[in-house]
T-cell receptor, first 110, second 112 residues
Framework: KNEVEQSPQNLTAQEGEFITINCSYSVGISALHWLQQHPGGGIVSLFMLSSGKKKHGRLIATINIQEKHSSLHITASHPRDSAVYICAVNDGGATNKLIFGTGTLLAVQP | ETGVTQSPTHLIKTRGQQVTLRCSSQSGHNTVSWYQQALGQGPQFIFQYYREEENGRGNFPPRFSGLQFPNYSSELNVNALELDDSALYLC???????????FGPGTRLTVL
């Protein structure tokens, strides 16, 4: 079992829909990240969370430390949101290395 | 402020060869982490360098090695390449706490 699990693996939505991607983790963490990866490969950080909720534009991220669960929401989705969304956690060890989920491939159709 | 850069962008090698990938960290960052991302998978931690010393290592064999230079740029070296080494190699720079990591665009390595 992976230490960071995401669902769904693939998601197709119509433009304007509300989207939720879920992430569960089984290890102790110092922070959780939501990242976006486009087909070219580059990874962009969307959020870093250690508690509560953060909002940036149409994106909202929440974390429940007790339940070891986080969600990424996209409101009013748009085709330009199409990308792979990855959940990752800092393991809190000496390197604070990131442990990644396998990602959610989102396609938003016009 | 200069972001994280990596070179080359793409690379094709044959089995048994050696490869060196390069990463320049974001200005002000003294820590570099390297990750391997196989197709359809999430990145896997290879190792981290802090102040020119290896600070921690993931589950990768010794033929994966690295260096960090006084300007905090870094190299990843892979010897005796295998087909399974084909992947996107990502470097990320950070401050020493490693919490917020900034990623480069990656180097896509293909081993034939």
């Amino acid at each position: 079992k992976n230490e960071v699990e995401q669902s769904p693996q693939n998601l197709t939505a119509q433009e304007g829909e509300f989207i939720t991607i879920n992430c569960s983790y089984s290890v102790g963490i110092s922070a959780l990240h939501w990242l976006q990866q486009h087909p070219g490969g580059g990874i962009v950080s969307l959020f870093m969370l250690s508690s509560g909720k953060k909002k940036h534009g149409r994106l909202i991220a929440t974390i429940n430390i007790q339940e070891k669960h986080s969600s990424l929401h996209i409101t009013a989705s748009h085709p330009r949101d199409s990308a792979v969304y990855i959940c990752a956690v800092n393991d809190g060890g000496a390197t604070n290395k990131l442990i990644f989920g396998t990602g959610t491939l989102l396609a938003v159709q016009p | 402020e200069t972001g994280v850069t990596q070179s080359p962008t793409h690379l094709i090698k044959t089995r048994g060869q050696q490869v060196t990938l390069r990463c320049s960290s974001q200005s002000g960052h003294n820590t570099v982490s390297w990750y391997q991302q196989a197709l359809g998978q999430g990145p896997q931690f290879i190792f981290q360098y802090y102040r020119e010393e290896e600070n921690g290592r993931g589950n990768f064999p010794p033929r994966f090695s690295g260096l960090q230079f006084p300007n905090y740029s870094s190299e990843l070296n892979v010897n005796a390449l295998e087909l399974d080494d084909s992947a996107l190699y990502l470097c990320a720079s950070s401050l020493e706490d490693g919490r917020e990591q900034f990623f480069g665009p990656g180097t896509r390595l293909t081993v034939l």
